[in-house]
């Protein structure tokens, strides 16, 4: 019925559900886990993306055939591990990380993952180090996930610096439930979802917190 809102049905969130599907698509080697993990244990905030939204980034990387990435807000190395090892063997990731602890835990775990080579751990606010980056462009696939306050800025960064066909990827695109708020994050965010919707053909995964995925124009 065209009144009827089809969201408004049944929902599958029974967590043994998540779990299962989890463990069958999305699963850890040893490399993975110890980034996953490493949060928990280096005095970290878990703030990383799920196992599910690391291995769709993971293939979505893969699908647009990705040799350079970047991204933005690389806390443990979790998703950096996940964005590098759909990267070919020339690939490269720059992943930018403004907190100095965050970086080196990241460095050591990228390590213990075989990726050393291919990621760079570019310590600065994102601000100050994506003009720099610019030189190594353009780029096939842009993931953000540092400060929300700042995701319009770095959308339009991303805007500029992707290949036409080039992938773009944004965290907590629902602002932790907050989009709609007449806050400076909710109207940064707000133009994050509008700009890349006028530049790319884009979606908005309902994921937990919203994943924003969109292909450059
Ligand atoms: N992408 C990671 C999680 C990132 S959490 C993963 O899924 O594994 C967000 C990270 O962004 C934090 O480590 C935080 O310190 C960093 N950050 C916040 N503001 C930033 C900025 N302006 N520049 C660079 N990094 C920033
Ligand atoms: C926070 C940041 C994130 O990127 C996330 O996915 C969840 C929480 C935070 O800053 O609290
Ligand atoms: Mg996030």
């Known amino acids: 019925m065209a009144d009827r809102d089809s ?65 933005v807000g690389t806390l443990a190395g979790y998703s950096a591990i996940r964005i590098a090892r759909a990267l070919p063997a020339d690939g490269r990731l720059w992943t930018i990380e403004v907190m100095s602890e965050h970086a080196e835990v990241a460095r050591r775990n990228i390590a213990a993952a075989g990726l050393a080579n291919k990621v760079e751990v570019v310590l600065g606010d994102a601000m100050a180090v994506l003009p720099d980056l610019e030189k190594h462009g353009p780029f096939d696939a842009v993931f953000i996930d540092a400060d929300k306050e700042r995701y319009d800025q770095y959308g339009r960064w991303a805007a500029r610096a992707l290949r036409p066909g080039g992938l773009l990827v944004g965290d907590n695109a629902f602002l932790f439930g907050n989009l709609l708020q007449d806050t400076p994050a909710g109207q940064a965010m707000r133009r994050f979802h509008e700009e890349a919707a006028a530049a790319f053909d884009s979606v908005c995964v309902p994921t937990p917190d919203g994943l924003l995925v969109g292909l450059k124009r």
């Open 7 to 71: 969201r408004a049905g049944t929902r599958y969130y029974d967590p043994a559900i998540l779990d299962y599907v989890e463990k069958v698509h999305a699963a850890h080697d040893a490399g993975l886990e110890s980034a996953f993990t490493s949060p928990d244990r280096d005095k970290m905030p878990a703030i990383q993306v799920g196992k599910s939204e690391g291995r769709l980034l993971e293939l979505l990387i893969r699908m647009v055939g990705a040799r350079r990435a970047v991204e």
